[in-house]
Structure formats: C-alpha cells, structure tokens
C-alpha cells in the first residue's frame, strides 16, 4: 500500500516502491477529510460560534472534496503505472488523524507492506507540525518503507 497525497514526496513514494520492490499488485491510498468533519469547522461549532450545521452545504462541501481527493489518487495511479506497479486505487476517510486512518486502511486490506514519504519539515516547523510518517512508523504493526523528503539530494560533504 501506498499512502499517496499528491506531493512530490510522495510521487517520490511512488517512484521508489517502483524501483524496489516487486508485487504482483499494489494499492495506491489517498486520505481525506469530509469538510463537515474538518477541525476548524468542529471546534467552531464547539464553541458557539457559527450558525448551526447545514447539512445541504456540507454535502456539497464534502462531495467536492472527494472529487479532488479523486483526481489525486488518479494521479497516483498514473504515476505507480509509470513506475511499473499493476495498482488500484482506493480513497479512506479521515475519521481522527490521517497516520490512523492510513494505519487502519492497511489493515483493512491486509496489506504486506505500506510506504509513505515524509513531509522534509525540520527545526521548529517538525516541531509544531506532527509527522504522519513518524505516527505510521509508531502505530503501525506492519512493515513501513519510508522515503525521506531529500533522499534524491547529493550529500553534503564533512569535514
């Protein structure tokens, strides 16, 4: 399984399952979250602020939020296909965390291994903002293949 969300780490994701590893089939994952579900959106409502939920505009929020998760996984699958991989393409919703939604997703399907890239956040902005493969690597009880943000990067020399 790759998790896939349609940045360059994770076409980097792709481009590396591609070039290691052999499966008879593959299955290419995009996490989204409903718009209605969004913590913004939840904590607003929490608080009193905002007028209660209409739940015609959510639907339509959350269908066209899908159609863009859609075009992303698409494009995950092109690529995978680029790279070699006979995959299908699958979208799981983001009922808490997108690392838990994607830990849960494996296994549902049962999956031998899940690949992920890494968002390439460093110092203080890794800090503030919690990595969803560090979590996977945490959570998951299956095999995890990481690639690193700048993995394709030269290497700096020391002295």
Not at 29 to 58: I, K, M, N
Request: hydrophobic fraction near 45%; glycine fraction near 8%; aromatic fraction near 6%.
């Amino acid at each position: 399984m790759i998790a896939y969300d349609g940045s360059s780490n994770a076409d980097r994701a792709i481009e590396y399952a591609g070039r290691f590893l052999k499966a008879d089939d593959a299955r290419v994952v995009t996490a989204w979250e409903p718009g209605s579900a969004s913590p913004a959106r939840l904590s607003s409502l929490a608080a009193g602020f905002g007028p209660p939920p209409d739940t015609t505009f959510d639907a339509g929020v959350d269908s066209e939020i899908r159609a863009e998760a859609e075009a992303v996984n698409r494009h995950g699958l092109a690529l995978a296909a680029a790279n070699g991989l006979n995959a299908t393409g699958s979208l799981v919703e983001v009922e808490s965390t997108v690392w838990g939604a994607l830990v849960a997703a494996a296994d549902s399907l049962d999956v031998d291994l899940l690949v992920t890239g890494t968002s390439g956040s460093s110092g203080l902005r890794a800090l503030l903002h919690s990595s969803v493969s560090q979590h996977v690597l945490q959570h998951c009880h299956r095999p995890v293949f990481v690639v690193p943000a700048r993995c394709d990067e030269a290497p700096t020399a020391t002295s």
